[in-house]
Each structure stands twice: as structure tokens, then as C-alpha cells.
């Protein structure tokens, strides 16, 4: 058993206990932020004196033989070691021999392992990052395209009065741009490096801590180093708005699975996108946003987790927060796959925008517009309302639409009506009425698209390139 740590010890771990306390089969998956971090630990030793040009250039094309063989399968992460440190260690000593013995100078697990999981996680951030904005990319162009595709807007899944498909979507690319947002304030928040803390109270040897945050792509060195090594904040913000993103997804899905039913069939789903059933041969069921809807759970699971587990941890550091790892790597690989997935589903729909409008229609989409329409006559808004009530108990009765009715009809209920209401309860007059900041008018939605192509082309991720 490949440990860092046997000198104090008389006789060997149990392997039971060796096994419990190992993390060598999740902690693998950063042996390249492990390395990157080790290169830029020993540059800054050379630098600082404490290692020699000699040593330095041995050590760095150790580790860089080490990186390429694991990459390219010449070499195997084995569960004989430890942990991923433990793993990158032993090989480079059998690899180089005494110079491998002093990289872990100045350094201890504990800073090392806070700064591989930074750096794995400031990488997954901008990842996530690229797929919101390629989801915020379709939903722009959905809005582009569909300024008057006219459908109805709902509050509590009732019909209340007519908006577009772009507006519709705008809602959801304001949720998903406030995710973009968050990312980037998560970015920012997290790019300290903590490496040279040591296990909790820094090290005696000199150490440069600015210069090794500089190599690494860091704003700085973190300032304290017990919260450097005990700080697991940015993975609870990024678990935080991963489970927002999630939460965004899932109402998505929630209505695309209702638009897909056969009650709205406002949707087609590309086949690609979808499945069918194993007895029912009529079915084509939206698996994927099914799925991704069910997915979002397990993304809550992976935050409540981590909260639960640091809740009660004393300073400094504590095996405890070996427990940041699996879930966090699990709700990494999930919110990136449901959102390409989602996306491509998304890209392929097929909007059915005669159903759209005539759902809007039958709704009576248009009964507040009826009612304002009467005020414009003179009338006050409590007594339109109370009238526009009473017509649209007519027409269900009736089994019409407000602008079904024959003047004659609409007269009956008030004689205040005229010809001119069917113009000013027509869907296109009662979206293009709307010309508010943030409504569905074409005014208002050309401004907002607008604005929100300027956003994805002055995206944060650009000064990340």
C-alpha cells in the first residue's frame, strides 16, 4: 500500500481501513490538475532557492513523462495507492529517484488537494459556462424567429391572456442569462489559490505564494491558511447554482412535456429526441425531458449533501471533506450532459403555431383586452370587468370565442360594444398593445433581443480565452 505517511507508524493500515480511507478511485480524475500544480510548486521552489535549476528540470520532466503516459494509457492509475498524490509521488521517485523526494517540499496534502479540487472546479465552471450560453444561443434564435407566433400565457396553468413564442422564450433566456451571471460571480469568488498554506498554518520555508497563483492562472494567494484548506464555499455556491440550473431545466421540461401531449400538442419532438413504448405502438414519449426533470433531484442530493457534511467541521482540515468529491464530480457530469441534451432536443422541436393561436383564442386569451377596450368607451374597470365576465360565461355557454360572437350577441350583454372590438381583440392587437419594458409588443421584444445578443457577444467567457 503506496502511502505518504508511514514513519509514525509501527505496523500497516488494515485494509478494510485502507480502503474506507482511500480516494484513489475518485480522485483520479485530476491527475492532471495534480501535476499542473506540482510543476508550478517546483518552478517557484527553483525560483525561491530551496531547489536547484538541476533539480527543478529533472523534477518538471518527470512529472510532464508522467502526465503524457497516464494520457496516453501507457501508464494505469492503480488503487495500490492512496490517493492521486500519493500516485503522482511514488512514480516520479521510481522515475527519477532522490531529486522526486523533494516536491513535496513547503507542501502538504491538504493545501495540495484544496488546490486540485480549485483548479478541476474553476475548469467545470467555465465548461457549464459554455454549455448555458450555447442553450441561451437557440433560445435567442426561438425568439428571432417567432415574434408573431401568437400562444397563450398561463398562471396557474390556466389561460390568461395572449403572448408570443418569443416572448416565452425570453422568460426562460433571462432565467438561464441569470445563470451565466452566477457562474461568472462563482469564478471570480473562487480564483485564490491556496497552494502554500501547508496543512493549516503555512510553512517556514520562503516561499512565494503570489508567483506560484500567477502560474497557475490565479488573481492571488488566499489569505488566511485555515480557511484555505477547511474552504469548501465555492463548491457549495457552484452545487448551488448547478441545482439552479437544474431547477430552470426542469420547468422547461415540465412544459415541453405538456405542450407534447396530445391536450396541448403544441410541439412535435424530433424523433431523434424521443422514445416510443415497448406495447403501445401510437406512442412518442419525451423521455429526455423526462429524464432531465428526474435528473435535477440528483443535482439537490449533491448540494444538501455537501451542506450536511460541513455543517458541523471544526477548523482546519477534516477527512470529512474527502466527501466533496464523488457528488460534486456526479453533479458536474450531469448538468453538462442534460444541457447539451436538452439543447439539441430543443433545437430540433417543431412548434405547432396553428395550435398555439388557436389555443390562445378558445381561452378567451383576449378577455382582459375586452375589458380595456370598454374602458376605452367610457366605461369604469370594476363594471367592464363584471361584464366581460358575464361574456365569457355567454360564450362558453355558447361554445364560442369572444371574436365568434355576432355583434348582435355581444349587444345583448352590453350595448357598448361595437364592430370595432373584433379588431381590438384580435391576438395580433392585443400583443402589439403591450409595449412596456419586458412585454410581448414587437417594440419591447426587438429591444430585448437586442440586448440580449449583446450579452452572449460580450460574454464573460472571453477573457477567459
Known amino acids: 500500500m503506496a502511502q505518504l505517511w508511514g514513519g509514525r507508524f509501527t505496523k500497516e493500515t488494515d485494509r478494510l481501513v485502507y480502503n474506507f480511507n482511500a480516494s484513489i478511485s475518485f480522485d483520479r480524475k485530476f491527475y492532471e490538475e495534480d501535476i499542473e500544480g506540482s510543476i508550478a510548486h517546483v518552478v517557484m521552489l527553483e525560483k525561491q532557492g530551496i531547489l536547484t535549476e538541476g533539480e527543478k528540470n529533472e523534477i518538471v520532466k518527470g512529472l510532464t513523462g508522467i502526465r503524457e503516459d497516464v494520457k496516453n494509457g501507457i501508464l494505469e492509475i492503480t488503487e495500490e495507492y492512496e490517493d492521486i498524490h500519493s500516485f503522482v509521488e511514488a512514480n516520479l521517485i521510481q522515475r527519477i529517484g532522490e531529486a522526486g523526494k523533494k516536491l513535496h517540499t513547503g507542501r502538504s496534502r491538504n493545501d495540495q488537494v484544496a488546490l486540485d479540487m480549485k483548479l478541476y472546479t474553476r475548469a467545470e465552471v467555465v465548461h457549464v459556462a459554455e454549455e448555458t450560453e450555447e442553450l441561451l444561443r437557440t433560445l435567442l434564435t426561438i425568439m428571432e424567429e417567432n415574434l408573431e407566433t401568437y400562444m397563450p400565457g398561463f398562471t396557474h396553468l390556466q389561460k390568461a391572456q395572449p403572448v408570443t413564442l418569443a416572448h416565452h422564450m425570453g422568460a426562460y433566456f433571462e432565467m438561464f442569462k441569470r445563470d451565466s451571471l452566477r457562474l461568472r460571480d462563482i469564478y471570480a469568488r473562487m480564483n485564490y489559490c491556496p497552494l502554500g498554506s501547508g496543512a493549516l498554518a503555512g510553512t517556514t520555508y520562503p516561499l512565494d505564494r503570489a508567483y506560484t497563483a500567477s502560474l497557475l492562472g490565479f488573481e492571488g494567494p488566499t489569505l488566511n491558511s485555515m480557511d484555505s484548506v477547511a474552504d469548501r464555499d465555492y463548491l457549495i ?87 466533496d468529491k464523488e457528488l460534486t464530480f456526479d453533479a458536474i457530469d450531469t448538468v453538462k450532459g442534460c444541457l447539451a441534451l436538452f439543447n439539441g432536443m430543443l433545437k430540433t422541436m417543431k412548434f405547432r403555431k396553428d395550435v398555439m393561436a388557436a389555443s390562445a383564442v378558445n381561452g378567451f386569451t383576449n378577455a382582459t383586452d375586452a375589458a380595456d377596450y370598454l374602458v376605452g368607451k367610457g366605461m369604469p374597470f370594476r363594471d367592464a370587468h363584471e361584464v366581460i365576465g358575464r361574456l365569457v360565461l355567454f360564450c362558453i355557454e355558447k361554445n364560442k370565442g369572444i371574436d365568434a360572437l355576432s355583434l348582435e350577441e355581444l349587444k345583448e350583454i352590453s350595448p357598448v360594444f361595437e364592430a370595432d372590438l373584433f379588431e381590438a381583440v384580435s391576438l395580433k392587437a392585443c400583443v402589439e398593445k403591450r409595449l412596456t419594458g419586458g412585454a410581448p409588443g414587437p417594440g419591447a421584444m426587438k429591444e430585448a433581443i437586442r440586448q440580449n445578443r449583446e450579452f452572449l457577444n460580450q460574454s464573460w467567457l472571453k477573457e477567459r480565452a
Open 237 to 323: 455556491e457552484f452545487l448551488s447554482a448547478l441545482s439552479t440550473v437544474m431547477m430552470h431545466l426542469s420547468r422547461f421540461c415540465e412544459e415541453i412535456i405538456l405542450w407534447n401531449s396530445n391536450e396541448y400538442r403544441f410541439v412535435e419532438i424530433d424523433d431523434a429526441y424521443a422514445t416510443g413504448s415497448s406495447i403501445m405502438p401510437q406512442k412518442k414519449n419525451p423521455d429526455i425531458a423526462e429524464l432531465v426533470r428526474g435528473k435535477t433531484g440528483r443535482v439537490y442530493g449533491a448540494l444538501v449533501s455537501l451542506l450536511t457534511t460541513m455543517k458541523g467541521l471544526p477548523l482546519a482540515y477534516n477527512k470529512d471533506m474527502q466527501e
